[in-house]
């Protein structure tokens, strides 16, 4: 099963600093349909000004993944973590038990980014902040895992969160092709960042989605230049 979220079907959020669009429910955008999938509760596709941003605000039990697509965002919270994640790259808030943050773009451009929430294993715990670079042309025609639950996953590499759940990406040249196999009972989101692509023979434009499941693999073919963010969640 493959329902495709266009783009103009998201929910949206305007402000003079802030175009936010929703794959699902958040704040003043309520569809009973799109409340979560699986464990993931929250993928907003934000584009954040120049100079502007996210003043102070906590969150709690909660996993809080940024995927930066263009430009920078500059974290600082209550823990004493500050740091700035480039286009590209990855950043996890495991808020726990809570925490305080903000987001800011610092840059003279606008920052476009995915803003993923993903429901925790377990409430409570010592809250969690980690970056990591992961460049583009090294996942150029395969998908790499940036963010996970799983041992293997975090010692090649990937940010931990504290869920059974992945988030992967691929950048792919007009008519390649990935697949991935999701396990059975596995709730899978796609959102297409750029470009165009099909799964499974359902074509999807630039910042399309798709909720995906009872699917025991995908394929992914680009249509032209493209840039894959999926995850993989129970």
């Known amino acids: 099963m ?3 979220r266009s783009f103009d079907s998201l929910g949206r959020h305007d402000a003079d600093w802030l175009a936010a669009r929703f794959h699902f429910s958040f704040s003043g955008y309520h569809d009973p349909k799109r409340e979560r999938w699986g464990a993931l509760r ?36 209550s823990m004493g973590n500050k740091g700035r994640t480039e286009a590209g790259d990855v950043q996890v808030m ?8 903000a987001e800011f773009n610092l840059e003279d451009e606008a920052t476009t980014l995915y803003q993923i929430w993903i429901l925790p294993k377990e409430r409570g715990g010592k809250p969690y902040w980690g970056a990591a670079k992961f460049p583009k042309d090294e996942r150029a025609g395969t998908l790499v895992t940036l963010a996970s639950g799983f041992a293997d996953d975090q010692q090649a590499g990937a940010l931990p969160i504290r869920q059974d759940a ?9 008519g390649q092709s990935v697949a991935y196999k999701l396990g059975e009972g596995r709730y899978a989101y796609l959102a297409l960042a750029r470009g165009r692509a099909s799964v499974n023979g359902v074509e999807l434009g630039p910042r399309d989605g798709a909720a995906i499941r009872d699917e025991s693999e995908l394929r992914i073919d680009a249509r032209e230049d493209a840039e894959i963010v999926l995850v993989d969640a129970p």
Request: charged share 20%; aromatic share 6%; glycine share 8%.
């Open 166 to 174: 992945r988030l992967l990406a691929a950048t792919l040249k007009s």
């Open 2 to 4: 493959i329902e495709k």
């Open 94 to 101: 495991s808020a726990g038990s809570g925490v305080t943050h």
């Open 42 to 77: 929250v993928w907003n596709d934000d584009t954040i000004k120049a100079r502007s941003g996210f003043p102070p605000h906590p969150h709690a039990d909660m996993e809080i993944i940024t995927y930066v697509r263009s430009g920078a965002i500059t974290h600082q919270d």
